[in-house]
């Protein structure tokens, strides 16, 4: 009995890194390139709407595959959709490192966007089955979450020193990460596969809304929401969304049980994801822009502005767990949305002239929500739904997180991109984002109040 539970234990631990390892690259990529931008369009050419495909790209194709990519783990097993997907994410990021022009680099990001889905949901499956057990599981995904939050933390800056270098070491970086990972998940339990129903409908019409969506409001920065591209963008995703809905009440098995969205906890927790991604991703974009081009910083130093926001992720992140056995998830969801309001109105105020530590400052107030929104929402998700739609839920949950940080990318460039008022682009942006989160924060106090069991 000693040695079964002593093997379980190395392949529940191997599983975890592989897991949290996993999760740093996915989220790294998805951070790492804002510093970056300025250099890239010296070396690559292109305008903000091609800068801007650079990064949704890869948080579109997230967005649009990750619930497909959960059906998939699903299907293959946990281990082997987590290997297929970290092993073409390497492949991606190789071709990302070598791209010779913008166009290129932005079909590899698709790729990686692609492979990336595959990796996230994947990655909390293994989880799943590894730990069992509620408590050692709810410990389990607080480390699981040091692997984004050390990505966060050390993103910008790592940008920032690599593209003093070269800008494709950014890329690079992930394959030696990437192998690693692959060997650990070798020593973990095999997953096996089950037969699950496939909604291709679903599937389709799902993805297809997201990614007309992000593209006409894209265009609509550089085109102007009048212009014929951008008006049959938004109406294909209004048909695609519409055509969505009717096929997950048609089909025998939705890829989206409707009795989900009829847990207040599920759509809250749904849309404290989407929130957090606007602001939590929305700042970097904007500031680091600001910083560059209106500031003229390096990109190091940039990197540097952001890293006490960052820090703070890190720092707090491994006591998430033990905070909400001794508060209640809820409180530490409503507290992390306010403060995170809080500091994306304070940046927003900051004059352009503002110094540096200010901006460093404030940013904190942003990077406390790292630790105190993401975990305890995560948990209290998966307490509100039954086993058997832990993985839709999850997958419902991810990309609502994933279409909140591409479209505040999205509509903040359009704004950046006006004409002759960046500056004032840059405080509008900050400024719907601390709306979002304030109205977030307000929703989150009808959660129910839960702890942690002993």
Not at 195 to 205: E, Y
Not at 212 to 227: M, S
Not at 232 to 261: E, K, N, T, Y
Request: one cysteine or more; aromatic letters at 8%.
């Amino acid at each position: 009995m000693l040695d079964f539970t002593a093997s379980r234990d190395r392949h529940a631990a191997s599983a975890l890194a592989a897991a949290v390892l996993g999760f740093f690259v996915v989220t790294l990529d998805a951070v790492v390139v804002n510093v970056a931008l300025p250099t890239i369009r010296t070396d690559l050419g292109g305008g903000v709407a091609g800068l801007q495909w650079v990064v949704d790209g890869y948080t579109l194709m997230f967005a649009a595959l990750l619930l497909t990519a959960g059906s998939l783990s699903d299907r293959l097993g946990a281990s082997r959709a987590f290997s297929v997907g970290l092993a073409v994410f390497v492949l991606a990021s190789a071709a990302c490192g070598f791209a010779p022009s913008l166009g290129s680099l932005i079909a590899a990001r698709f790729v990686q966007g692609a492979a990336a889905a595959a990796v996230m949901p994947a990655s909390m499956a293994l989880l799943r089955e590894a730990y069992p057990e509620a408590r050692a599981r709810g410990r389990a995904v607080a480390v699981w979450a040091m692997g984004g939050a050390v990505a966060s933390s050390c993103g910008p800056v790592l940008g920032g020193a690599l593209t003093q270098v070269d800008w494709r070491l950014i890329f690079c970086l992930n394959v030696p990460v990437g192998v690693v990972a692959l060997v650990l998940l070798a020593r973990a339990r095999t997953s096996l596969p089950r037969a699950v129903p496939f909604d291709v409908l679903g599937q389709v019409t799902g993805a297809v809304a997201m990614v007309a969506l992000t593209f006409g409001v894209i265009e609509a920065g550089a085109r102007g929401f009048d212009d014929p591209v951008v008006m049959m963008a938004l109406a294909v995703a209004v048909l695609a969304m519409v055509g969505f809905v009717i096929a997950q009440r048609s089909v025998a098995h939705p890829m989206v049980p409707a009795d989900l969205f009829r847990s207040r906890t599920v759509v809250i927790t749904v849309a404290s994801g989407f929130a957090f991604m606007v602001g939590y991703y929305g700042l970097p974009f904007v500031v680091s822009l600001f910083l560059q081009q209106d500031r003229g910083l390096t990109a190091l130093h940039t990197g540097t502005v952001f890293l006490p926001m960052m820090l703070i992720g890190l720092v707090l992140t491994p006591f998430s767990a033990r905070l909400a056995e001794r508060l209640s998830r809820k409180t530490l969801i409503v507290a992390g949305l306010t403060l995170m309001t809080i500091g994306l109105a304070a940046v927003a105020m900051l004059p352009a002239s503002a110094p540096l530590w200010a901006f460093a400052t404030l940013m904190v107030l942003v990077g406390l929500g790292g630790p105190t929104v993401s975990p305890p929402a995560t948990a209290v998700l998966l307490d509100a739904v039954p086993h058997d739609q832990a993985g839709v839920a999850s997958g419902v949950f991810n990309t609502s997180r994933q279409v909140g940080g591409a479209l505040a990318v999205a509509v903040f460039g359009g704004l950046l991109a006006q004409p002759g008022a960046f500056v004032q682009g840059a405080h509008t942006s900050l400024w719907i984002a601390a709306g979002v989160l304030a109205l977030t924060a307000i929703l989150a106090l009808f959660l129910p109040t839960t702890m942690e069991t002993p």
